[in-house]
């Protein structure tokens, strides 16, 4: 099976071209995902505490969809090490 997108009117072949990373199991996790991050990031007053508020969505993200953080390099696993959470398995 052969994917191509076109990007800028050009099409591309997918497994040439572009590198596939798995951010999320499903559409419907992912889409989770990003409902819960934005709703972490409104809610954000600052630095203080937020190690700690990071840890709690990184533990609920991962209840979710654990896929997501099967490498310590995966996109969700980064953006949470980023905001300062701590592993919990």
């Known amino acids: 099976m052969v994917f191509t997108c076109f ?3 050009n099409e591309y072949d997918l ?7 798995l951010v ?8 989770e ?7 972490f990031i409104d809610a954000d007053i600052g630095i203080e ?3 700690d508020r990071a840890t709690a969505l990184r533990a609920e993200l991962m209840e979710i969809d654990e896929a997501a953080f099967i490498s310590p390099q995966s996109w969700w696993s980064m ?7 701590i592993q919990s398995r």
Request: aromatic share 12%.
């Open 33 to 39: 995902f990003l409902h819960r991050f934005s709703v």
């Open 79 to 85: 953006a949470m090490a980023e905001l300062g959470a």
């Open 15 to 21: 497994y040439e071209r572009v590198n596939l990373e």
């Open 7 to 9: 990007l800028d009117g």
């Open 49 to 51: 505490g937020r190690m």
């Open 24 to 31: 999320n199991s499903t559409v419907r996790s992912f889409v």
